[in-house]
C-alpha cells in the first residue's frame, strides 16, 4: 500500500447512561450556578454516541485495517457493557472523583481504548446528544481535527 | 484555507472473500459478509477539498465541476454495480471501506485541478466508515 496515504475506519457505538454534574469542591450554591439543570440531585441521562478512529496498515488478505469483529468484542468489554444501561457517577470508578462531564467522558474512553492491539486509536468522538459533540486525541496531535 | 465537502450516495453489492484461503477461514475471517452471493449497501461518500476561494467567483472548486468529477468518476463505476466484478480498480482486493475510500482517493485526485483533494470518506452504513487523507495532513477533517 501507498505510505503517502493514510486510511483510518471509523466506528460508531451507542449507549444509554446517566450522570448527574456536581464537584464536592463547590458549595452547593456554586455547584447549581456552574451545572444547571445537570446539577438536579437525582441525575438525568442520555444516548451517547461514541465514534472511535483508528489507524494502521490494510491487510491485503483481508482488506482491512482492523477486524470489526474485533474491534466490536473490544469496545463492547472495554466500554459498553461497564457503561451502557448505567449511572456514570455511581458504576464507573473514573468518575467517583471526576466529573462526568462529556470532555471526561472522551478523556476516559480514549484510555480505555487506547490498548487495542490490532490498529492505532487515533481519536474517540463523543456526541452526548444530537448538538453537542466532543473529541479527544490523546498525545496524537496528527489526531486532532483541523 | 477553506474546505468544501460534497456529498453523494451509491448502491452497490460486494462481497468479502480472498481465494488464497480456505472456505473455513473465509468464512471465521468475513463471517456473513463472506456469503456467495453477496450482498449490498447504500454507501455515502464525502468528498472534501482544501483551497483558498478564487477572488473573483469566491470559490474554491465549481461545485458543478466537482458535481461532474464525482458522477463520471464515481457513480458511473460504482452505482448499482456489484464492486467485485464490474470496478476494474479494485480487481484482486478485498471491497472493504478501506479498499473502496482508498481507491476512490486515487480516481479522485488527479482529477481535482482547482484546490486539492484533503479527505474522502465513504460510509457503508451509518455506524462504518473509512477515510483516506494524505498521510501527515491533518487529516480527519469535519465531521
Given amino acids: ?146 | 484555507m477553506v474546505f468544501l465537502t460534497r456529498k453523494i450516495e451509491f448502491s452497490a453489492s460486494h462481497r468479502y472473500h480472498n481465494p488464497n484461503l480456505s472456505v473455513e477461514e473465509n468464512r471465521r475471517i468475513f463471517g456473513k459478509c463472506n456469503n456467495p452471493h453477496g450482498h449490498g449497501h447504500n454507501y455515502t461518500l464525502q468528498v472534501t477539498i482544501e483551497g483558498e476561494p478564487d477572488p473573483v467567483t469566491g470559490m474554491v472548486l465549481d461545485l458543478k465541476e466537482l458535481k461532474e468529477i464525482l458522477e463520471r468518476e464515481v457513480m458511473q463505476r460504482m452505482d448499482h454495480r456489484h464492486l467485485n466484478y464490474e470496478v476494474a480498480e479494485l480487481a484482486g482486493q478485498i471491497p472493504t471501506c478501506e479498499n473502496i475510500a482508498r481507491v476512490i482517493w486515487q480516481l479522485l485526485e488527479p482529477k481535482i485541478t482547482q484546490g486539492r483533494l484533503q479527505r474522502v470518506r465513504l460510509y457503508e452504513s451509518p455506524d462504518l466508515f473509512a477515510d483516506c487523507y494524505r498521510n501527515g495532513s491533518n487529516g480527519a477533517g469535519k465531521s
Fill in chain 1, 1 to 146: 500500500m501507498s505510505r503517502a496515504l493514510k486510511i483510518e475506519l471509523g466506528r460508531r457505538y451507542h449507549f444509554s447512561a446517566s450522570h448527574r454534574l456536581h464537584t464536592p469542591q463547590l458549595s452547593e450554591e456554586e455547584n447549581c450556578r456552574v451545572f444547571g439543570k445537570c446539577n438536579n440531585p437525582y441525575g438525568h441521562g442520555h444516548n451517547y454516541i461514541v465514534e472511535v478512529s483508528m489507524s494502521g496498515d490494510v491487510d491485503p488478505a483481508t482488506g482491512m485495517i482492523a477486524n470489526l469483529a474485533d474491534l466490536d468484542a473490544f469496545v463492547e468489554r472495554q466500554v459498553l457493557e461497564e457503561f451502557d444501561h448505567k449511572s456514570l457517577n455511581e458504576d464507573v470508578p473514573a468518575f467517583r472523583e471526576r466529573v462526568p462531564t462529556t470532555e471526561n467522558l472522551c478523556i476516559e474512553i480514549f484510555q480505555r481504548l487506547k490498548s487495542f492491539p490490532k490498529a492505532k486509536l487515533e481519536r474517540i468522538h463523543v456526541e452526548e446528544t444530537g448538538n453537542n459533540s466532543f473529541e479527544y486525541a490523546g498525545d496524537n496531535r496528527e489526531g486532532n481535527q483541523p
